[in-house]
């Protein structure tokens, strides 16, 4: 069978669209599905680093990645009553283009990578899911579900880009192994009244954790990030944002912090549990696709 892809991505997320961009920069023919019927989703990192900017130099995207980004960030950091002002711009790097943290949403740089896929005739299919994926030896078969049906199709590699609940890890039956942080990240979109904070990124260090507060908010103001005691997140996907967080224990957080302002409007809020581990195959990990070859190893250790 003709292969009518070399590279099969599964997942849109800023690691399956640069790679999608680095195969076809490459000369393959690549197909890139996601089972996220819509592009929005939260985004959960707002920061990009000189190497990663330096990656994604050759692809031709930086341009438009900085003309989305606060390039010269400053962050005002509240132990207390006092205060330190940061700036996170011309770092101590001479041997890079880009010295400097660039404030900039990941939804904004997904946007920024979909467009430049679309310029190179590739577009993200979604809502098109991964029901299975099999090694027959001289390349992969898989079988993708969409509002159209349900297809097979062959081609010579399968990559995983599909997150911490990864399909394309469990067909190769390589599980992830790790115990709970203890600590868990709660995030937010909200507006608020009473005294805000300056304009900025705004660290609290209060005696539950840490608050963050971004003016990098997707459907208000402002983007709120927490730490807090996590209850050990059993039955949770970790790393992936769960379940709603009331309005009053966001207002408990700001107060505990000393932020000193009050929630206006709460425009969505999720705790995300946290676990550290590495990814691996050992002999008790499954397989969700008959004939995928797993050679059993240690069990790897775990590593925060």
Do not use: N
């Amino acid at each position: 069978m003709t292969p009518a892809v070399d590279v099969l991505v599964v997942g849109a997320g800023t690691t399956g669209l640069s790679l999608a961009l680095q195969a076809r920069a490459h000369g393959a023919r690549v197909r890139v599905v996601e089972r996220r019927p819509g592009p929005f989703r939260p985004s959960r990192a707002l920061i990009l680093h000189s190497r990663t900017l330096e990656v994604l130099r050759p692809l031709g995207v930086t341009d438009a990645l900085l003309e989305l980004a606060d390039t010269a960030p400053r962050v005002h950091v509240r132990l207390g009553s006092r205060v330190v002002d940061a700036g996170l711009a011309d770092l101590a790097l001479p041997d890079t283009a880009f010295p400097h943290l660039s404030l900039l949403r990941q939804t904004d740089v997904e946007t920024v990578l979909t467009r430049a896929l679309a310029d190179r005739g590739m577009t993200v299919e979604r809502g098109t899911e991964l029901l299975g994926a099999r090694d027959d030896g001289d390349g992969v078969r898989a079988v993708l579900r969409s509002r159209h049906g349900v297809e097979e199709i062959r081609c010579p590699f399968v990559v995983g880009c599909d997150g911490p609940a990864s399909a394309v890890r469990s067909c190769a039956g390589i599980g992830w192994h790790g115990r709970p942080y203890a600590e868990e990240v709660v995030l937010a979109d909200l507006d608020l009244g009473g005294t805000p904070p300056e304009a900025g990124a705004e660290v609290f260090a209060g005696r539950q954790g840490l608050l963050f507060l971004f003016p990098l908010g997707e459907q208000a103001t402002w983007r709120l990030l927490a730490t807090r005691a996590s209850d050990g997140g059993a039955g949770q996907c970790f790393g992936r944002p769960g379940a709603a967080v009331p309005r009053a224990e966001l207002q408990q957080l700001m107060d505990d912090s000393g932020a000193g302002a009050r929630i206006a409007r709460l425009a969505w809020s999720a705790r995300v549990p946290l676990q550290c581990g590495l990814a691996g195959v050992s002999a008790g990990d499954g397989c969700s696709s008959p004939g995928t070859r797993r050679t059993p190893t240690r069990r790897p250790p775990v590593r925060a």
